[in-house]
C-alpha cells in the first residue's frame, strides 16, 4: 500500500475513509504539533496494564487503560472525570449495551507530553474534516495484546466493526516477536477496501468510522518460548 504524507491526511480520510501514515511521517507530524521528549517512558508505560475483565470467556490476552478528553476547536486539552466506556450493540455485538469500567490512565501518562502531542496532532487533522465542531469528546485506550502458543490475541474480539464515533486513530506503540496482526478496512457492504501492518512504532492508521469498518487479524508469537505482545494506542474523537 502507498504510503501516504500526513499533509494529506484530512483530504485521503474524506475520499477514502482511511489512511494509512508510515512510521517517520507521523512522528514527523506528531512533533509539529508538540514534543515527544517523553516518549521513552510514555511507551514503557504500557508495562503497568490491567487485564481486561471484561473478555469473553475470562480471556487473558487484552490489557488496558481508559481515559476521557474533552478538546475544544482552539484545541484546548482538558481531561474528564473517569467515567466508564460504553458502546450501544449497533456498534459492538459482544461488548455493546453496558457501561464498562476500566483502570484509568495514570496521571504520569494522561499529562504527558507525547499524549498531548497526539491528541493535538488528532485535533488538528480530524479539525479539518469537522471545521463547524466546536468540542470533541476524546477517548484515549491504551491497549496491549498479548500472546501465547496457546492462546492467540485478538486486537478486536468484536470482530469487523465500527466504533460509533467519527474519527479513530490506532497509532503502533512496540511490537514485540509478534506475527500477523493486519489491519483491513471495509466498505458498509463488507468489500475489502485497503489493508496494512503496523510493525514500526510511530505507524498509524486513521479511520472515518461513518465512512467504513475496520478490524485486526490475530496476532501469534514468532518464538512460542518468548513474551509476545502488540502495544498501541487508540483515539477517537466524537462531536459532543
Known sequence: MSVVLAPALSLLLQRDGFAFVAAGSARAEIEQCGTLADWRA????WDDLVVDAYLVDHGRFRRRRHAVYGIDASGTIRREVHQP?????????????????FEPITDA???????????????KVFGELARDVRSWRVEVHQFRIEARADEPGLPTPEGMHRDGVDY?????????????????????????????TLTQPFDAALVDDAQVFHGVTPVQPLDPEAPAHRDVLVVTFKRA
Open 109 to 123: 501518562v494522561g499529562d504527558s507530553a507525547s499524549l498531548r502531542s497526539i491528541l493535538q496532532f488528532c485535533s
Open 168 to 196: 479513530v486513530l490506532v497509532l503502533l506503540v512496540t511490537r514485540q516477536n509478534i506475527a500477523s496482526g493486519t489491519t483491513t478496512i471495509h466498505d458498509h457492504d463488507g468489500h475489502l477496501l485497503g489493508s496494512f
Open 42 to 45: 510514555f511507551a514503557a508505560s
Open 85 to 101: 466506556h460504553y458502546q450501544s450493540r449497533d456498534y459492538n455485538s459482544v461488548y455493546g449495551g453496558i457501561e464498562r469500567w
